[in-house]
């Protein structure tokens, strides 16, 4: 199956976090498993690190790619189709990086690993 992986659930895998749902973690494991990030993800990372809002052990150029590769997990780009699914998304979160990964499952029809509800309104399939 391939999967999208919300940011914070990225943030939590690579960390061991306990946060991360057993379901959450088993999928990411599961070699079986197409395991995707947005650009849009690594992308809030990169913004919240530079903010101050985000802590990592390693230096972000150290743990991306790096880790992304260690962990079979690929970057989903941002295309031209998830920005006009963007377009067309209602409102029901003015996040803009939710609203990225919300659209991204959508056009691609991706099922969401995050433990954030919000993505329920939207009607794509979350997984946690």
């Known amino acids: 199956m391939r999967l999208l992986l ?3 659930a990225l943030l939590w895998f690579l960390a061991g976090d306990e946060k991360l749902s057993g379901v959450a973690r ?11 990030v947005s650009a849009g993800s690594l ?7 530079s903010l101050g809002k985000l802590g990592m052990s390693v230096p ?3 743990a991306f790619p790096a880790q ?13 189709a998830h920005l006009q699914r963007v377009v067309s998304l209602p409102f029901h979160h003015r996040d803009p990086f939710d609203r ?4 991204q499952a959508i056009a691609e029809g991706l099922p ?5 509800a919000v993505f329920d ?4 399939r979350r997984l946690w």
């Open 43 to 49: 992308w809030e990372i990169a913004i919240k690190l």
């Open 6 to 8: 919300d940011t914070h």
């Open 60 to 62: 972000f150029e150290e």
């Open 68 to 80: 992304l590769d260690a962990n079979e997990i690929r970057i989903l780009p941002i295309l031209p």
């Open 26 to 36: 088993a999928l990411v494991e599961d070699d079986g498993n197409e395991v995707l």
């Open 100 to 103: 990225l990964l919300a659209a």
């Open 112 to 116: 969401l690993v995050s433990r954030d």
């Open 121 to 124: 309104a939207y009607g794509s």
